[in-house]
């Protein structure tokens, strides 16, 4: 073997503690027996450290200086750089606060979900304070040279974005999206009142018949059952467990077809990047995905762009008929203001596509001043309410549904949620760039570009060269205001 | 902490690996996308040879030095004899010879499959010695002192026990069983009539019925669902994925409500016992279980003297009956007929308690015979054949049911096979013993007693000393026997 290939066996083998580490995750959402809590955070703990120690061991840094020597393709020589950067990434951070963060968010995420069910921030802020203390001194081993602690944590998710390149983003949607808002909403306010009429849309839906919708839905997105499953989860997610193993939850609800349908799409979006990833290169950061951003870009864009249209449901509406007696007194036209409803909300994750960057915004300022030292932990509830009102005019009447309602901080995701807002804005950008290459005539076609152009490159590229390469222009704002004003917003007919 | 702890955290830790590959084995026996294949078995690989180099390193040698000198309470002391046995036996087989199992079984077991499906032994047979080959290496690495190769293998399974003893066992069984078969039979002949003429003992039985009633029966017996699962797979087995984690699966089949039943009870037998393994001492060799015999004994206890008897059907039928509309026509007499119907059959899986034992016989023999190399594995078919004529008057019409029915030589498992019988024969000897202390009057005395006189004690004694305490007696068959007598052969009333 050349040293190169000593290296991707090496990155190989890592992997697999990592398959193994990530399908007893995936277990412990989808059907753990409850009992088995303890054993299983164990065993993750004890896979996690392998896979550091793996990650971080000069038996690694070996074999990478002599496959750098090495490399002659730029493949290979990518795939040095990429193995580098995360070796130096993991060595920047000590392994004493490794540990530390590791054992804090832990008990951090624990606390949480009980002070969210019990209302009760003073039982959290403890645990957020010490989390945001770690993060930062985290932040500060790896941010870039100049860069602050919020710097270097954005950049575990964001490669080569800093939080002035932020800033500049959400100011732009900051200055377009509450009028547009108010407008869509003003625009709608006949059909809320004709959605709010229709009792039929809030079911019954069978369970066990959503479970057969959702699956022939992600088939006809694409998905591949012969590499996934779908199963049950209380918050939906996908997971790659290998090569070959894709899987995607989802929730349930009798009362809200909607929820388990648009998440479905979501995570189907997610496992088709997944599945569609350099094959050749699995189990090495090449053949990996290339952020958080694009991840993102791709479930947003089979779950709004193709989702929320009307050509969609001119071909499923008829499937939901056969499926649920009830929506027969739901015309098809009723069922798309249905998936288009826009209102401004408090929850982020049950918010609609044109809102939705505005919740992030609220949590990027907000995270940004935590880990800067501009705002104290204890008055984050009241800047938070503060900025739920200023910007989607909206105000929690408790902190579940106001700075308790996301797991991110609790588990030490500082810099995580932007990427979400780049998401949606690149799955538009994404979208255009196809449909000018005439593929978004029918989903075949869309997949097939995707595959080409996003999915097929793994990590060959960092986030604005793989879209500048895809659709021709860097990451912008400007296709999603397009999108919500095209299809939220069109010019009158006539 | 003491270095008897620090050896504790080794084994404990080297056990999370073990728990990932047994969630992996399962999760691929029970709903692995079929793309997965792989994948997984590289994973599983990885997982494999680290176990290996972790049970095998120096720095489990020194910290076995340590705690042996530093142990005081008889179970340290025999917690380090169990772990120095397992060291030493995993250090008397060479790395090289480890490995070239692991891949030979792993394509043998492949070809097996495809052999059985196509009846094609001569496509099996390179494999097979190449297999038994390998085996006989390793049973001499691994054999006692002035032992043979195949009293090394068996060792590895029932310790202490050589082929004489079970030479001895068998012999006892031989003289025996073969007339008490034929009296059976005859004994039954007008109950077989009646059962061959109920065609509602054949269903159907709807599916996920079934797996309703499975998991009603699995919870009957005690079996914990906030510490398990049921599922479903192709062959029915049980896996403890970790403390808190314990799963049993089934087969389900339209006609054949029996099938699911009878294994849904075996397999909670086997659950039951690592349910009530010692919880303190999980992860480490103590903790474990005694032998492959006695976990047998816990399913066949459950499977046959309880699942088998009047009084357990006299509970139970009348849930069958309002599961089952067909049932109605099958009076509660004709339903035990049909569970306690013997008759000299071809496949062991599906073989009644009285004619099991001569299954196991069979394999004995012939497997003795192979390693010894008395045996040519070409001949293996007309020895089988010819055996299953002589002991149970039956013969194969194509090797998929004869020598090719089970996956257990493919897979290296040179040795096992007898632990079945005499885990049937502890099963009604440890019975008697629950009985005579009055513990069978009720599910949970029974299962409070087994936990008392089998499962706490985990590895503390090996099987002789486990058995000779629970019940009076070193093993032997006469419970056996004398079960199969009473059950089966009552004498006439009056």
Known sequence: MSSYEDLLAHLRETDHFQSAARLAQWDQETGMPPNGETARAELLATLARHVHSRSTSGHLRELLEKATQEASTDDQKRQCELVRRDLDRASAVPARLVEEIVRTTSIAQQAWSRARKARDFAAFLPHL???VSLK?????????PGGTPYDGLLSDYERGMTTSDWDGLFLELEAELPGLVASIVDRQRDSHARLDACSALRGPFPQTKQM???????????????????DLSAHPFSETVHAGDHRITTRLDESDLEGSLFSSLHETGHALYEQGLPQELTGTPLGGYCSMSVHESQSRLWENLVGRSDTYWETEYPGLLKDYS????VPRDLWLA?????RPSLIRTESDEATYNLHVLVRFRLEKALVAGDLDPEDLPAAWNESYRTLLGVAPSHDAEGCLQDVHWSAGLFGYFPTYTLGNLLSCQIYEAAQRAGATNDRASLLEWLRRNIHEHGHRWETPELIERATGSRPSSQAFLRHIRSRYLPEPLG
């Not at 249905?338 to 826009?342: D, E, P, Y």
């Open 129 to 131: 304070r010490e989390v």
């Open 136 to 144: 930062r001194e985290e932040g500060a081993c790896i941010a870039p």
């Open 212 to 230: 057969e919708t959702c699956r022939r839905l992600a088939t006809g997105l694409g998905f591949d059952f012969q590499s996934g499953r779908l």
């Open 326 to 329: 009830t929506l027969g007194y």
């Open 338 to 342: 249905a998936v288009r409803r826009v």
